[in-house]
């Protein structure tokens, strides 16, 4: 379960999505001239920026100030050396190929381990459920704590655990206020469910493997409904696609 913006490992369909930065003035790349770091590299450090809750401009891997700033936010976060400097390093961080950032067992301040997909700064986990063989075990309410820009973040799960996982019936309230409620299995949703967002938009329908998969109906904010059989988060809407908690372009390879 992702904690931050792009909450639950998902992205949010086109008509939901926030514009990603304003239009950063153009100015010398202090990279331009690194050889081991690509532009291939800063788009893709700009773009996780991005899904981790900071506003590094318009990703475009060009590192403009808002790069930098982004990526110094970042760094004080995660508490390394404030340099707004990208390297190797930072890129695996960024893109969670780092082991301080991929997916792992995390101990709550209960002592017990839970499944963390996308471990954050400073992070704490409370957990009020059994604890059978060292793993939460069972209902209970589960607590992540964190710091983006050197905020503190919350957000909360109230259902039942298996081996560590969301597992079963249960509700996920996630830092910006987006709520799931329904159907879990092995940490992502699964089975019947609702999706609303603090926008007004809302999806109620079956899910599979994390996405909307079966049939489904999405309610936009401003009143617009699609419903349908939706496979793997696309739905074909008369001459559109509607692609919810995927990409867009992902959504033709399944028609």
């Known amino acids: 379960m992702r904690r931050s913006v792009l909450a639950l490992s998902l992205v ?22 690194a050889e081991t770091v690509t532009e291939a590299d800063r788009l893709s450090a700009e773009t996780a920026l991005v899904e981790w809750g900071y506003d590094p401009g318009r990703p475009d891997g060009i ?9 110094r936010a970042f760094q004080a976060d995660w508490g390394l050396p404030v340099t707004g400097e990208l390297d190797k390093d930072l890129i695996a961080r960024l893109t969670r190929l780092h082991p301080a950032t991929r ?4 101990t709550t ?22 604890c059978e063989g060292g793993k939460a075990e069972g209902e209970g309410t589960l607590v992540w704590s964190y710091t983006v820009q050197g905020v503190r973040e919350h957000a909360r ?8 996982e969301p597992h079963g019936m249960g509700s996920y309230v996630t830092n910006d206020g987006n709520r799931y409620t329904g159907g879990w299995r092995k940490g992502v949703h699964h089975g019947e469910g609702v999706y609303e967002w603090v926008g ?3 999806y109620e329908g079956n899910w599979l493997h994390g996405r909307p998969d079966g049939e489904g109906t999405l309610t936009m904010g401003y009143g617009s409904e699609y ?16 692609a919810l908690f995927t990409q867009q372009e992902e959504c033709g390879a399944f028609y």
Not at 118 to 128: I, K, L, R
Request: net charge negative; hydrophobic share 35%; aromatic share 12%.
């Open 109 to 130: 301040e209960e002592g017990c381990e839970v499944w963390n997909p996308y471990p954050q700064a400073q992070e704490t986990v409370t957990w009020s459920g059994p």
């Open 157 to 164: 799960y109230d259902g039942e655990y298996h081996e560590g």
């Open 12 to 33: 949010l369909p086109l008509a939901l999505a926030v514009p990603a930065g304003s239009g950063a003035l153009a100015e010398t790349d202090p990279l331009g001239a």
């Open 227 to 242: 419903s349908g059989t939706w496979t793997q988060g696309c739905l074909r809407h008369e001459d559109e696609w509607i």
């Open 103 to 106: 997916s792992q067992w995390f």
């Open 200 to 202: 007004g938009a809302r």
């Open 63 to 71: 590192w403009r100030r808002e790069s930098v700033a982004a990526l």
